[in-house]
């Protein structure tokens, strides 16, 4: 394997965890914040890759898509925070898994209601198609390159909008104690409403732009929703920039994992079973990533407290 | 006045069925895939199977048609539900094999007749084969065969394999393999569910690869030929046509375009049968057919010419029915090996824009009259 070849695989490791950590900034916000288990995140991630695949249909602007990706997943949050997930609040933990897995239901259903069960078309606008020449011979996809910014620079806005803004002084006091910032006159209900419909679009905004790269359908979001999962786990629950560092932790694991293990274990087995054991362990490696960093740090990388 | 006919009959059925049990009408259970993501392939399979049971103007077949979510639990519940209290005599529908798998054996089991209208796991093919299991569609490694075949037909000496690391997508990389006579630049299995390829890419483009075969079937496909085309990477794709359904391919757009894919029906089949189907299809749903479309019609029609022989209740009549195959099918030329799997040709498709729609052509014939691997482990 080349230089070139290992750099161009860091980066795409590097792309993965990016996108992991849009639909993980969300998650780990409204669980630090709200301590709401919200298994309908990818839920919110579906609606954004439909609402831009079809303004983008309608209009032929993959702005004008973005945009409505970011609006319709933050109005559909803040529709089902008020209606349903506003009950829940005070309940354990198994009461909310229960009803935003029913959720997931009504959302999947719902949107094969409205759109029909094939997979929509939503492409990437063609001034960001085709590859760039990066030094060292690889040539990379330009929209990859792009996601990577996109997602850093979304990282660096919330990290300022946590640390220097009004909002996000009342954010953090309401991860540290909900009941005293009540007190203080803080309208609580209408922050976790703000901070749900920020999680939200976040989570409508990766949709549509994973969704440009990788397929709008039906269901789409729970697989990334297991990852964002164990993204927030890993980082600590409540952490922005835990969520972030774990993203491209995860992001680079498995990529690497998945282009290095078959090769390790062509050096001691027949080509074979390497592959098939090189690439089923490949599958594990991130679990077993999270498994360690809880056996050494039991609140997360960057967790406050156990 | 029309209800009052339709009360009549009713009790005269009830009262003829007293005496001959030959006027029961026939129930056939369809169990297939109608929510969440892989719910296209069932809706297709269903409207297919319903339109030519439609067409056929059979007064006595009923139907009962349920949702497995692609679960297999629930499909084993769906099939006991039909048989024990719904009292179907054939079951058909399910798209996926490792439903097949939970189902089939226990159906036929009970003496129900099992029709395929997708999924035909090996392992019923081979030692596991039953007189009352019928797979209407192909054998799962087919497809893959002749996609083995045709990149030996094409010259190409250095292909790429990929698919994902499940037991459809190991059957599919050795189906690829059992006729492809070249070396293999690489070969991946990819993570059921993947949608990322981006390091598979790379891995490709690095390998020195004349050609890739990937099997990635629903959003897995969409999502690799979208970054395939981007990557820059020119080797030509080839896959099953299981990535290359005519509702997937809307989803794919301009990257699909130019893709070979083998497949044993296309909408531009040159038969009777099939310009009336796709002209049927169209008028009644508004859509172009997918294949699976196809493989549903194919049964239904199979069931109809069967039922003209022998009633169901005559069980030997009925199988002897089925195994002559005497219906008119979409892919013109259709009988069944031994193993009551199709002996049939498999073509090669590209993958072409028609006005603003996305489509397959015929291209080529990879393999003439194929059966099956297995069909010489079946003993029936």
């Known amino acids: 394997m080349s230089a070139a070849l290992f750099f161009e695989q860091l980066l795409n490791g590097l792309q993965f965890g990016v996108m992991l950590f849009l639909m993980a900034a969300g998650l780990t916000l409204v669980f630090g914040v709200m301590g709401l288990i919200n298994l309908a995140h990818g839920s919110l991630y579906m609606v954004g890759a439909f609402a831009c695949a079809s303004v983008v249909a309608a209009t032929g602007s993959f702005t004008l898509g973005l945009l409505a990706s970011f609006v319709a997943a933050a109005f559909a949050g803040v529709i089902v925070e008020g209606l349903v997930l506003r009950r829940l609040y005070r309940r354990d933990h198994l009461d909310q898994v229960i009803v935003t897995f029913a959720l997931i239901l009504v959302f999947t259903e719902g949107t094969r209601w409205l759109f029909g069960s094939y997979p929509l078309y939503l492409d990437i606008p063609p001034a960001l198609q085709g590859t760039v ?13 792009m996601i990577i910014l996109v997602g850093l620079l979304v990282a660096a806005l919330l990290f300022l909008a946590v640390n220097r803004t009004r909002l996000g002084i009342r954010i953090r006091a309401g991860e540290a104690d909900r009941e005293m910032i009540a007190a203080l006159g803080v309208d609580i209900s209408r922050l976790y409403m703000i901070v749900f419909a920020l999680g939200a679009a976040l989570a409508g905004f990766a949709g549509a732009l994973v969704g440009s790269v990788q397929s709008v359908q039906v269901g789409m979001g729970e697989p990334v929703l297991i990852l964002g999962f164990v993204v927030i786990v890993i980082g600590g629950i409540g952490s922005i920039g835990g969520a972030l560092v774990a993203a491209i932790l995860v992001g680079i ?10 090769m390790v274990f062509a050096g001691f087995t027949d080509p074979a079973s390497a592959n098939a054991t090189g690439s089923a362990l490949a599958s594990m490696l991130i679990y ?10 039991p609140s997360g990388l960057f967790g406050e407290k156990a | 006045m029309n209800m009052a006919i339709k009360g009549l009959a009713t009790v005269a059925m009830t009262a003829l069925m007293a005496t001959a049990s030959y006027a029961e009408p026939t129930k056939i259970g369809i169990i297939t895939t109608l929510s969440g993501g892989g719910a296209s392939l069932g809706v297709d399979a269903r409207d297919g199977l319903l339109l030519a049971l439609k067409k056929g103007g059979n007064e006595e077949i009923e139907t009962v048609v349920e949702d497995d979510q692609q679960k297999p639990d629930v499909a084993v519940q769906i099939a006991d539900k039909m048989i024990q209290s719904d009292k179907v005599d054939i079951l058909t529908g399910i798209i996926w094999s490792n439903l097949a798998m939970a189902v089939v054996p226990s159906a036929t089991g009970q003496g129900k007749f099992y029709l395929s209208v997708n999924a035909a796991p090996s392992q019923l093919a081979g030692q596991g084969c039953n007189k009352d299991y019928f797979s209407v569609s192909y054998q799962n490694d087919n497809l893959h065969e002749a996609a083995g075949q045709y990149a030996t037909d094409a010259g190409y000496a250095k292909t790429f394999i990929l698919a994902p690391n499940y037991p459809a997508g190991k059957d599919s990389l050795s189906g690829f393999k059992r006729y492809y006579t070249g070396e293999l630049a690489g070969e991946i299995y990819t993570q059921l569910g993947q949608t990322d390829y981006a390091a598979e890419i790379a891995q490709i483009k690095a390998s020195g690869a004349d050609s890739v075969f990937f099997f990635l079937p629903g959003g897995m496909g969409i999502a690799f030929m979208k970054q395939y085309a981007q990557s820059g990477a020119e080797q030509p794709l080839i896959g099953p046509a299981f990535s290359f359904d005519q509702n997937i391919l809307q989803a794919v757009g301009d990257a699909a375009l130019g893709v070979k894919n083998t497949a044993n029906w296309s909408k531009d089949l040159d038969n009777e049968a099939n310009k009336a189907f796709v002209e049927a299809y169209q008028a009644e749903y508004d859509r172009l057919p997918s294949i699976y479309a196809a493989y549903g019609y194919d049964t239904g029609n199979l069931i109809l010419a069967a039922l003209k022989k022998a009633p169901v209740s005559d069980a030997d009549g009925f199988r002897a029915a089925l195994e002559a195959a005497e219906f008119d099918s979409v892919r013109g030329k259709f009988s069944f090996g031994p193993n009551h ?6 073509y090669v498709r590209e993958v072409v824009k028609e006005g603003d729609i996305y489509t397959n052509k015929i291209v080529a014939t990879a393999m003439t009259d194929r059966d099956d691997a297995y069909a010489k482990d079946c003993k029936m």
Do not use: E, K, N, S
């Open chain 2, 341 to 346: 799997h199709p002996v049939q040709d498999i």
């Open chain 1, 133 to 145: 020449h990066l030094p060292g011979g690889i040539d990379y996809p330009l929209f990859r390159l």
């Open chain 1, 253 to 262: 694991t498995d990529t690497m994992g998945r282009v290095f293990l078959p």
């Open chain 1, 288 to 297: 077993i990533l999270m498994a360690l960093v809880l056996v050494f740090r």
